[in-house]
């Protein structure tokens, strides 16, 4: 599975919709449409069962966005019917600009825009400055000196709790201003609609509370030990030896634009893992990108053929033309692209050209990966994951749970993994970015948005690295 990530020019065709008036319905009606036709979940998501249900749903948001005013409530609006479909590479973002804070020009034009000049003030009472045990989201937090936020309930048919401004290093952010808006959907489990430095509104749909720690970035102001064990500050392609029996990976990404980066840890790293007992892989934050960075991996965890899964694609135009855009980057690109992958993506294409339209091609017939040779070391591997681990990174997952020497250890990954190959486009009204799936896997789509569980789960409070070790130390 592969996360490419282009933005592309709109096609001239669909320019009518903002040559007519632009505002919020012309937007949603734009991405319903280009969702309907190109969507890889669409048939998964909306079925005879919930046709109606479906229908209902269009109406009803349809009618929420004439009511729209700001671009912001424009972006929610939208980002329910994206986050209708099952599906995380499915997504929308808010475009924003960066305002240089030490600039009083910019400072001041920010001031006196829509954006700001539109956000929700809270009038905080005494009673809303009350500190909760690390285990209750009501609260204090803050992110290092930056911002303080008190987290309190505050329900409307779209939130339950909203995160409040106490204080602000900011110069464009105030006190009383709404920075979070939180929703409960499950033990522990919230969506949640974060506000940028710069105003933009950003979603999770897997947002947590661990150990005092919300949403992986807000600290309890309680708490003594701020550091989150569960993600990882360092994006370096590093390799180290911890102890004299372990080896150590930090592989952030498996980007096409890093093979480069990936091939020479990989040189640097070989010789010496091969002498070593045991391997830890860590993955944190890792959000994926081609499977041809993944299988360098497959030597240290290989013990017996692994089974890839069955994957089609859809051809469509839009597919197609998005498909086109590839080919010429990486045609463009011959440090990060060979010439082999240049002639894959080529003949992709080409397949694709010769396919009817709205149908769907073999891209995968769920064959074995085979290896002729299984070095004696490592002799066990942990790979660390998180969340953040999607696409290309939980394929390393896919394989790894297939060896027995390998163990999964973390939290779940972030279920990237029934459906991939996905372009980005630019909606027309409100300049969002809109990415849109093309390709579905048969058996891993089970495991979309819940992620692949570890073998072993880790705690929250202490180094993760060190946990990882204990696990193979007891293997």
Same mark, same amino acid.
């Given at each position: 599975?592969?996360?490419?990530?282009?933005?592309?020019?709109?096609?001239?065709?669909?320019?009518?919709?903002?040559?007519?008036?632009?505002?919020?319905?012309?937007?949603?009606?734009?991405?319903?449409?280009?969702?309907?036709?190109?969507?890889?979940?669409?048939?998964?998501?909306?079925?005879?069962?919930?046709?109606?249900?479906?229908?209902?749903?269009?109406?009803?948001?349809?009618?929420?966005?004439?009511?729209?005013?700001?671009?912001?409530?424009?972006?929610?609006?939208?980002?329910?019917?994206? =986050?209708?479909?099952?599906?995380?590479?499915?997504?929308?973002?808010?475009?924003?600009?960066?305002?240089?804070?030490?600039?009083?020009?910019?400072?001041?034009?920010?001031?006196?825009?829509?954006?700001?000049?539109?956000?929700?003030?809270?009038?905080?009472?005494?009673?809303?400055?009350?500190?909760?045990?690390?285990?209750?989201?009501?609260?204090?937090?803050?992110?290092?000196?930056?911002?303080?936020?008190?987290?309190?309930?505050?329900?409307?048919?779209?939130?339950?709790?909203?995160?409040?401004?106490? =204080?602000?290093?900011?110069?464009?952010?105030?006190?009383?201003?709404?920075?979070?808006?939180?929703?409960?959907?499950?033990?522990?489990?919230?969506?949640?609609?974060?506000?940028?430095?710069?105003?933009?509104?950003?979603?999770?749909?897997?947002?947590?509370?661990?150990?005092?720690?919300?949403?992986?970035?807000?600290?309890?102001?309680?708490?003594?030990?701020?550091?989150?064990?569960?993600?990882?500050?360092?994006?370096?392609?590093?390799?180290?030896?911890?102890?004299?029996?372990?080896?150590?990976?930090?592989?952030?990404?498996?980007?096409?634009?890093?093979?480069?980066?990936?091939?020479?840890?990989?040189?640097?790293?070989?010789?010496?893992?091969?002498?070593?007992?045991?391997?830890?892989?860590?993955?944190?934050?890792?959000?994926?990108?081609?499977?041809?960075?993944?299988?360098?991996?497959?030597?240290?965890?290989?013990?017996?053929?692994?089974?890839?899964?069955?994957?089609?694609?859809?051809?469509?135009?839009?597919?197609?033309?998005?498909?086109?855009?590839?080919?010429?980057?990486?045609?463009?690109?011959?440090?990060?692209?060979?010439?082999?992958?240049?002639?894959?993506?080529?003949?992709?294409?080409?397949?694709?050209?010769?396919?009817?339209?709205?149908?769907?091609?073999?891209?995968?017939?769920?064959?074995?990966?085979?290896?002729?040779?299984?070095?004696?070391?490592?002799?066990?591997?942990?790979?660390?994951?998180?969340?953040?681990?999607?696409?290309?990174? =939980?394929?390393?997952?896919?394989?790894?749970?297939?060896?027995?020497?390998?163990?999964?250890?973390?939290?779940?990954?972030?279920?990237?993994?029934?459906?991939?190959?996905?372009?980005?486009?630019?909606?027309?009204?409100?300049?969002?970015?809109?990415?849109?799936?093309?390709?579905?896997?048969?058996?891993?789509?089970?495991? =979309?948005?819940?992620?692949?569980?570890?073998?072993?789960?880790?705690?929250?409070?202490?180094?993760?690295?060190?946990?990882?070790?204990?696990?193979?130390?007891?293997?």
């Amino acid at each position: 599975m592969r996360l490419l990530f282009l933005i592309i020019t709109l096609l001239f065709a669909r320019l009518d919709i903002a040559q007519a008036a632009c505002g919020c319905e012309q937007e949603l009606v734009f991405v319903m449409d280009y969702y309907e036709k190109n969507l890889a979940s669409f048939s998964d998501n909306v079925t005879s069962d919930n046709q109606a249900e479906y229908e209902d749903f269009k109406r009803d948001l349809l009618q929420e966005s004439k009511k729209v005013q700001y671009t912001a409530d424009c972006f929610r609006v939208l980002t329910y019917y994206v =986050e209708f479909f099952k599906d995380n590479h499915a997504s929308i973002y808010m475009r924003s600009e960066n305002i240089d804070e030490n600039s009083e020009e910019e400072v001041s034009r920010f001031l006196s825009s829509e954006l700001y000049k539109s956000r929700e003030i809270y009038d905080l009472k005494e009673e809303d400055l009350r500190h909760y045990p690390l285990d209750d989201i009501r609260g204090i937090y803050q992110i290092q000196d930056v911002y303080k936020i008190a987290v309190i309930p505050n329900k409307t048919p779209f939130r339950d709790y909203i995160g409040v401004i106490l =204080e602000s290093s900011s110069k464009i952010w105030k006190k009383g201003q709404v920075k979070l808006e939180i929703k409960e959907v499950g033990d522990n489990h919230y969506h949640a609609f974060s506000y940028l430095r710069n105003h933009s509104l950003d979603f999770s749909g897997r947002y947590k509370l661990k150990n005092g720690i919300l949403g992986d970035t807000w600290v309890k102001s309680s708490k003594s030990d701020a550091r989150n064990y569960a993600t990882s500050d360092d994006r370096s392609f590093r390799f180290k030896m911890v102890n004299d029996s372990t080896a150590y990976l930090r592989i952030p990404s498996f980007s096409g634009h890093f093979s480069a980066k990936v091939d020479s840890l990989f040189e640097e790293a070989d010789a010496k893992i091969r002498e070593t007992p045991y391997l830890i892989v860590d993955v944190r934050d890792n959000g994926g990108g081609s499977d041809r960075n993944v299988s360098p991996l497959l030597p240290y965890i290989y013990t017996n053929p692994i089974k890839g899964d069955e994957v089609n694609l859809l051809v469509t135009e839009d597919n197609l033309n998005l498909w086109r855009s590839w080919m010429e980057a990486w045609e463009a690109d011959s440090v990060n692209y060979s010439r082999d992958q240049v002639e894959w993506i080529r003949n992709e294409v080409k397949r694709m050209e010769k396919a009817k339209p709205n149908t769907w091609i073999s891209r995968s017939k769920g064959g074995k990966i085979k290896r002729k040779d299984s070095p004696e070391y490592p002799k066990a591997v942990a790979i660390i994951q998180n969340q953040y681990c999607a696409s290309s990174c =939980e394929t390393l997952l896919f394989w790894a749970k297939q060896s027995s020497k390998t163990i999964l250890v973390g939290e779940n990954s972030g279920g990237y993994v029934g459906y991939g190959e996905n372009g980005g486009l630019s909606t027309p009204c409100y300049n969002f970015t809109l990415t849109c799936t093309m390709t579905r896997y048969e058996e891993q789509r089970k495991y =979309e948005a819940d992620g692949v569980a570890p073998d072993f789960e880790l705690s929250y409070d202490s180094d993760w690295i060190g946990q990882a070790i204990n696990h193979l130390d007891m293997r």
